[in-house]
């Protein structure tokens, strides 16, 4: 069993910022890439950013220069730093983690965490 748990979802107003990160736990042999994505009311997900253990970045081109992903290792953890943020940038946010648990390779979610901006 894995699970992934998400914290720093909120409200903001326009041009503020916020820093969620996300948890892995569980029967865990290694991580590789660990990512966001976000869903918008009415929208299809979408990624925002993604972190290879290697350190490979990418990045939507709606938050590129605003936001910045980040892990730790040693904590299985993955961050999300997002600045300036836009009313754009409502949705919820899920971490996602391509984890090896055991011999298995699995695609692990978060249950998800709100983030509303307000103009």
């Known amino acids: 069993q894995v699970q992934l748990v998400e914290s720093g979802g909120g409200s903001v107003q326009a041009g503020g910022s916020l820093r969620l990160s996300c948890t892995a736990s569980?029967?865990?042999?290694?991580?590789?890439?660990m990512a966001w994505y976000r869903q918008a009311p009415g929208k299809q997900r979408e990624s925002v950013a993604a972190?290879?253990?290697?350190?490979?970045?990418n990045y939507a081109d709606s938050v590129k220069g605003r936001f910045t992903i980040s892990r730790d290792n040693a904590k299985n953890t993955v961050y999300l730093q997002m600045n300036s943020l836009k009313s754009e940038d409502t949705a919820v946010y899920y971490c996602?983690?391509?984890?090896?648990?055991?011999?298995?390779?699995?695609?692990?979610w978060g249950q998800g965490t709100l983030v509303t901006v307000s103009s």
């Open positions: 569980g029967n865990i042999a290694s991580i590789n890439t």
């Open positions: 996602n983690a391509q984890i090896v648990a055991g011999f298995m390779p699995l695609d692990a």
């Open positions: 972190l290879t253990s290697g350190g490979s970045t």
